[in-house]
């Protein structure tokens, strides 16, 4: 800033009073960050209010206590396929609440498509890493 048509010079309780402040601000944001994603629930009980279905896509192993998860292996499907492959097989989810397979129904592939992967099958979770049988139909 100019002052007295030359640069000012800040006194060091200035400086410090304006690092406060920017932390301080960075703080607030942060801690509001993480309260909105602590709202976030992978597996919803009875009293959780449910306002609408996130999907994303992680490590199954991250996934581990999710209720609703399908897992992804190597396949011909594209985004778009893969992703209503995947909510048909989300809203099938044994003990799924008529408000949880709202919420997934609800879900469209502007949600859905940009967090899918492409050449990938679409299977139950729990059948993540099975080999197919020899001679078999498959699943």
Avoid: H, N, W
């Avoid at 509001?32 to 992680?58: I, K, Q, R, T």
């Amino acid at each position: 800033a100019e002052y007295m048509g030359g640069p000012r010079e800040y006194s060091a309780e200035e400086i410090a009073a304006r690092q406060a402040a920017e932390a301080e601000r960075i703080r607030a944001e942060v801690e509001s960050s993480v309260e909105l994603v602590e709202a976030l629930c992978g597996a919803p009980v009875g009293e959780d209010e449910l306002m609408f279905a996130l999907p994303m896509a992680a490590p199954l192993s991250a996934l581990a206590r999710y209720k609703y998860k399908v897992g992804l292996m190597q396949g011909p499907l594209k985004k778009g396929k893969a992703a209503r492959d995947a909510q048909a097989l989300l809203l099938r989810t044994p003990g799924a609440t008529e408000q949880e397979t709202a919420l997934i129904s609800a879900l469209g592939d502007v949600e859905m498509v940009p967090q899918m992967l492409s050449d990938v099958a679409v299977v139950p979770a729990d059948q993540v890493g099975e080999k197919k049988k020899k001679g078999g139909s498959g699943f």
